[in-house]
T-cell receptor
Framework: DAGVIQSPRHEVTEMGQEVTLRCKPISGHNSLFWYRQTMMRGLELLIYFNNNVPIDDSGMPEDRFSAKMPNASFSTLKIQPSEPRDSAVYFC????????????FGPGTRLTVT | GQNIDQPTEMTATEGAIVQINCTYQTSGFNGLFWYQQHAGEAPTFLSYNVLDGLEEKGRFSSFLSRSKGYSYLLLKELQMKDSASYLCAALLRNSGNTPLVFGKGTRLSVIA
């Protein structure tokens, strides 16, 4: 079975550019999560969806970040405009039954903003 | 605010037992996760404790005391492949902030 798929795996962009990260959850999972991981702040939950609906976005750092889930098999996290402090590894994860269950993480996207 | 504390680094010997502690000060606590993360890879799920007590799963066990705000992960018969970071995370309800808060992780080195 295919796990959570993320693209791109690596992204290098210049400050001010728009960045779009993509995620395909495990088929049949109804919850999807976006995380950011840095050395300084550790792993942080940014936003999560249940049945394609955003449930909690309290972890989204600021208005430059937005996430969508147009259907059960696809989600995007967009940063516009990007800044050097956004450099991090962004993980997408999915689960069967929301937050209180095992989450399956994708391989992550390593974003570098110069 | 919400606070999760765990040691930054630990070292243990192959074949031995190691206990990784996690303390939390949170409001609206629901349960506690443990994840394993090898360097350069994604986290993988180990356990989720809601009730007090010890839950055993092969070589790994996880313990929770809700009254003390304390959890530990116990790894037995350590193997070199257990060298990784171990993240604890508290699931919160009605927190007003993010509902899942992670500790910074404990980097475990298993030596021969």
């Amino acid at each position: 079975d295919a796990g959570v798929i993320q693209s791109p795996r690596h992204e290098v962009t210049e400050m001010g550019q728009e960045v779009t990260l993509r995620c395909k959850p495990i088929s049949g999972h109804n919850s999807l999560f976006w995380y950011r991981q840095t050395m300084m702040r550790g792993l942080e939950l940014l936003i999560y969806f249940n049945n394609n609906v955003p449930i909690d976005d309290s972890g989204m750092p600021e208005d430059r970040f937005s996430a969508k889930m147009p259907n059960a098999s696809f989600s995007t996290l967009k940063i516009q405009p990007s800044e050097p402090r956004d450099s991090a590894v962004y993980f997408c994860a999915s689960s069967n039954t929301g937050l209180a269950s095992e989450q399956y993480f994708g391989p992550g996207t390593r974003l570098t903003v110069t | 605010g919400q606070n999760i504390d765990q040691p930054t680094e630990m070292t243990a010997t192959e074949g031995a037992i190691v206990q990784i502690n996690c303390t939390y000060q949170t409001s609206g606590f629901n349960g506690l996760f443990w994840y394993q993360q090898h360097a350069g890879e994604a986290p993988t799920f180990l356990s989720y404790n809601v009730l007090d007590g010890l839950e055993e799963k092969g070589r790994f066990s996880s313990f929770l005391s809700r009254s003390k705000g304390y959890s530990y992960l116990l790894l037995k018969e350590l193997q070199m492949k257990d060298s990784a970071s171990y993240l604890c995370a508290a699931l919160l309800r009605n927190s007003g902030n993010t509902p899942l808060v992670f500790g910074k992780g404990t980097r475990l080195s298993v030596i021969a």
